[in-house]
T-cell receptor, first 115, second 115 residues
Framework: RKEVEQDPGPFNVPEGATVAFNCTYS??????FFWYRQDCRKEPKLLMS???SGNEDGRFTAQLNRASQYISLLIRDSKLSDSATYLCVVNSLFFSSGSARQLTFGSGTQLTVLP | IAGITQAPTSQILAAGRRMTLRCTQD?????MYWYRQDLGLGLRLIHY???????GKGEVPDGYSVSRANTDDFPLTLASAVPSQTSVYFC??????????????FGPGTRLTVL
């Protein structure tokens, strides 16, 4: 089982729509959670962190459910410029050291916002 | 230089050849990372360095080596390239490693094809 799993999509939605992405993680010891955005053929960039109480940044809302090991990202009023791949990222115990914590990336959910 | 740069942008390489991918950052970040990104698999960590002079193995280190002689540079070497190393390679850096999250900043990537 992958440590971080996402629905790959693609999600094709009209401008102005609300779209939600989900992500599950397998390591219950994971401490912090993020969404990164990656445009086509570009590098990933941090979109937002995900806090236990849920957090909002403009049109973007992130939620965390530790009991279910589930993370979500909600985008309201979608814009054409939101078209990208959204990567769910978990900060968890590093593979070989067992002490240092590193980021584990999901394989991403592709979003296309249509005019 | 502003941020993190990688070279070359792309490369086609014959199997068996040696190749070094270059990565340089000017943000004085302690930690640096090399990832490969393959369709459906997401970003996978190859090697990392928590500080100059130290390196460690990630999830998929076989066939790759790294060095960290100074803070700014973190080259990745393929000693004898094989077709399965065809991928997009991203270098990243962050302010610190270990517990807690420090945003990782990514370079623009190197597209490598091994024939």
């Amino acid at each position: 089982r992958k440590e971080v799993e996402q629905d790959p999509g693609p999600f094709n939605v009209p401008e102005g729509a609300t779209v939600a992405f989900n992500c599950t993680y397998s390591n219950s010891a994971s401490q912090s959670f993020f969404w990164y955005r990656q445009d086509c053929r570009k590098e990933p960039k941090l979109l937002m962190s995900v806090y236990s109480s849920g957090n909002e940044d403009g049109r973007f809302t992130a939620q965390l459910n530790r009991a279910s090991q589930y993370i979500s990202l909600l985008i309201r009023d979608s814009k054409l410029s939101d078209s990208a791949t959204y990567l769910c990222v978990v900060n968890s115990l590093f593979f070989s050291s067992g002490s240092a914590r590193q980021l584990t990336f999901g394989s991403g959910t592709q979003l296309t916002v249509l005019p | 230089i502003a941020g993190i740069t990688q070279a070359p942008t792309s490369q086609i390489l014959a199997a068996g050849r040696r190749m070094t991918l270059r990565c340089t950052q000017d943000m004085r970040h302690n930690a640096m990372y090399w990832y490969r990104q393959d369709l459906g698999l997401g970003l996978r960590l190859i090697h990392y360095s928590n500080t100059a002079g130290t390196t460690g193995k990630g999830e998929v280190p076989d066939g790759y080596s790294v060095s960290r002689a100074n803070t700014d540079d973190f080259p990745l070497t393929l000693a004898s390239a094989v077709p399965s190393q065809t991928s997009v390679y991203f270098c990243a850096s962050s302010d610190a490693a270990g517990v807690g999250h420090n945003e990782q900043f990514f370079g623009p990537g190197t597209r490598l094809t091994v024939l």
